[in-house]
Nanobody, 124 residues
């Protein structure tokens, strides 16, 4: 059974950087596309980025393009989200999710498996 664990969140000042990790266990990881999502208090969950199963296709929300980079290491069963130039508006709980597909998409309802989330707070 697939399990996902996020890590790397924390408190950072505006303009700072964090790298989130999403590590999977219990499955053949390179069958799965991974999406990163975030949810701020009082707001709906939104797609941030995605990467397909091979890593050959990625996508980003307009709000993070040029600042965030998604990558994966299938040998380590891990997907990374490098977040640079962080803004207070990036503050949220960040979740990774997995789906058996060769596509890359950021619609939350399409994903069956979710991690528990990691808090990212951008504040001075």
């Amino acid at each position: 059974q697939l399990q996902l664990v996020e890590s790397g969140g924390g408190l950072v000042q505006p303009g700072g950087s964090l790298r989130l990790s999403c590590t999977a266990s219990g499955v053949t990881f390179d069958y799965y596309a991974i999406g990163w999502f975030r949810q701020a208090p009082g707001k709906e969950r939104e797609g941030v980025s995605c990467i397909n199963n091979s890593g050959g296709s990625t996508n980003y929300a307009d709000s993070v393009k040029g600042r965030f980079t998604i990558s994966r290491d299938n040998a380590k069963n891990t997907v990374y989200l490098q977040m640079n130039s962080l803004k207070p508006g990036d503050t949220a709980v960040y979740y990774c999710a997995a789906d058996v597909t060769t596509a890359c998409y950021m619609v939350p309802t399409g994903f069956d498996s979710w991690g528990q989330g990691t808090q990212v707070t951008v504040s001075s």
